[in-house]
């Protein structure tokens, strides 16, 4: 598969006038079943996971190229320098010149802003890295003078820049990680599931309560590392497994009870996986546990099919169909908004992937 990609790429000179601009934006995702631990030695999960793509936490990218004798990669987050995320990724691009060997020959400029404030505690790197990597091919595809661009490539790059990032490829859902459940899911790349499911889940809200703004405690790539000693790795990765089965069957039959049920019990070990790490973090924050206990007591009273997940960190992803949105977010200011930072909470929904801006 690799092989593959490297033998497509553009290997030729390139005109001595190639130059450009190109700008992509991508959005953030949202795991329902949660990819937590890696393989050996590569950016390959230990189990399949499957998400919400979503619609306004969103990164725009610009890339401005043109001709030179070596790669070059000047990069401005929000309008500023910024060394931490240039070296970062020059390192990565290097590393995987083979793949994108007409860089050796190109000078970029990028220039990246988050649609969602950055102080907000949720990771851009799923959304920043698949933006990138559309603009990347994008200008590829400029090269080579073809049509469109193969998304499975571009979610295969993006997985290798930052795993999660693979799943932000498609409409609605995606799957990343080989399964039997589903047939063409790879380890490699993620692909879409918006044909695979009922049309509650097409719609589907995503309200992102922020708890807290810090930097996250625990970095995701510390936190997949944890999981190679931790004492439950293959009870969890066999649960995964299992969920993944499930939860196919529920986006297809629109079983919300069930989606409930495996969505929480998702999040709760994800947060489970942590505290019983070596060393061992607890990544909730009291405000974390009042919003869900809260949130229990609505679902009670008005049966309204609403539930929540947890990514790696305290904020609290609140989801819910469209039908019962104004409801819940009546819910969310009346109840919830106490909670979180400033009253800041994030509404967003199940988006339809990159696209050109
Ligand atoms: O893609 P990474 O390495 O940032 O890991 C993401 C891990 C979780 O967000 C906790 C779960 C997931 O599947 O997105």
Redesign the pocket.
């Known amino acids: 598969m690799n092989e593959h990609w490297i033998k497509e790429a553009y290997q030729d000179a390139l005109p001595e006038d190639f130059h450009g601009g190109v700008k992509w934006q991508s959005p953030s995702?949202?795991?329902l079943?949660?990819?937590?631990g890696?393989q050996k030695g590569l950016?390959l999960p230990q189990n399949p996971?499957v998400?919400f793509t979503l619609k306004n936490c969103r990164t725009e990218t610009a890339v401005f190229f043109e001709k030179s004798d070596h790669f070059g990669l000047h990069f401005r987050f929000e309008g500023k320098e910024n060394a931490d995320f240039q070296d970062k990724i020059k390192v990565f691009l290097e590393n995987n010149m083979e793949y994108f060997p007409f860089l050796n020959q190109i000078d970029l400029h990028v220039n990246s802003r988050n649609t969602f404030p950055h102080s907000s505690g949720i990771?851009s790197?799923?959304s920043s890295m698949s933006a990138l990597m559309m603009c990347l091919l994008d200008i590829e595809r400029m090269a080579k003078g073809t049509d469109g661009i193969n998304m499975r490539k571009a979610s295969f790059f993006s997985r290798l820049a930052?795993?999660?990032?693979c799943?932000s490829i498609y409409p609605k859902m995606a799957i990343?990680g080989a399964t039997e459940a589903y047939n063409g899911s790879s380890d490699e790349y993620a692909v879409p599931l918006e044909d695979e499911i009922a049309p509650v889940f097409k719609s589907y809200h995503d309200s992102i309560l922020i708890v807290s703004d810090a930097k996250k405690s625990v970095?995701?790539?510390v936190?997949?590392a944890l999981m190679d000693a931790n004492p439950y790795a293959s009870a969890r990765y066999d649960t995964a497994k299992k969920n993944v089965s499930k939860l196919l069957k529920v986006l297809k039959s629109g079983d919300l009870d069930c989606f409930i049920r495996i969505v929480e019990s998702e999040a709760m070990q994800?947060h489970a996986l942590m505290m019983c790490s070596e060393p061992s973090f607890i990544l909730m924050k009291p405000n974390t546990l009042r919003i869900i206990n809260t949130l229990f007591e609505f679902r009670k009273e008005t049966d309204i099919p609403v539930c929540f997940t947890l990514?790696?960190g305290p904020n609290v992803h609140i989801l819910y169909p469209d039908q019962h949105a104004e409801m819940v977010e009546r819910f969310i200011m009346d109840e919830l908004e106490r909670y979180c930072v400033d009253g800041h909470w994030i509404p967003d929904q199940v988006g339809e992937g990159p696209s050109k801006c």
């Open positions: 995702n949202i795991a079943v949660k990819y937590w890696k950016q996971s998400s990771a790197s799923a930052s795993g999660s990032a799943r990343w970095s995701s790539r936190g997949h994800l990514d790696a």
